[in-house]
């Protein structure tokens, strides 16, 4: 039982942690699709229509991909602004960060659950003749 809940919280974690180290955020389509080759970017026109275009590329005056299958062709004139996801350094920053305080915080504990057991440096609580602890300990 215990085994699925920490299964669980792994697969949880993992799902968080995929999209913690990045944000939507505005790019200048011109400079950044000529070096990076983005999934997706979501294109706002001159009407506030938001179109999410895959496999987008600029060509002389045009940003050109795919959306619902189908090729689209936008001039630049009638683009009010593009967004894609970006590496943010400060999410990444605080789950480093949240996952050595977790590390740090288990392992004392573990080491805390140990003490009592016996183990080094820990306390030695004596049992009674049926292997049971005794009261005082």
């Given at each position: 039982?215990?085994?699925?809940?920490?299964?669980?919280?792994?697969?949880?974690?993992?799902?968080?942690?995929?999209?913690?180290?990045?944000?939507?955020?505005?790019?200048?389509?011109?400079?950044?699709?000529?070096?990076?080759?983005?999934?997706?970017?979501?294109?706002?026109?001159?009407?506030?229509?938001?179109?999410?275009?895959t496999?987008?590329?600029?060509?002389?005056?045009t940003?050109?991909?795919?959306?619902?299958?189908?090729r689209v062709?936008?001039?630049?004139?009638?683009?009010?602004?593009?967004?894609?996801?970006?590496?943010?350094?400060?999410?990444?920053?605080?789950?480093?960060?949240?996952?050595?305080?977790?590390?740090?915080?288990?392992?004392?504990?573990?080491?805390a659950?140990?003490?009592?057991?016996?183990?080094?440096?820990?306390?030695?609580?004596?049992?009674?003749?049926?292997?049971?602890?005794?009261?005082y300990?």
């Amino acid at each position: 039982m215990a085994l699925n809940r920490v299964a669980l919280a792994g697969v949880l974690f993992g799902i968080a942690a995929l999209g913690a180290c990045t944000s939507v955020r505005r790019i200048q389509p011109v400079e950044y699709l000529a070096d990076n080759s983005p999934a997706v970017v979501w294109v706002t026109d001159t009407s506030n229509s938001v179109l999410p275009v895959t496999d987008a590329e600029i060509k002389r005056d045009t940003l050109k991909g795919t959306w619902q299958g189908a090729r689209v062709r936008i001039p630049l004139g009638g683009i009010r602004s593009v967004q894609t996801r970006v590496h943010d350094h400060t999410k990444t920053a605080l789950l480093v960060t949240t996952l050595g305080a977790v590390a740090v915080t288990s392992f004392y504990f573990v080491l805390a659950a140990q003490g009592g057991a016996g183990g080094p440096g820990g306390v030695y609580c004596p049992n009674d003749v049926k292997g049971r602890p005794l009261g005082y300990c």
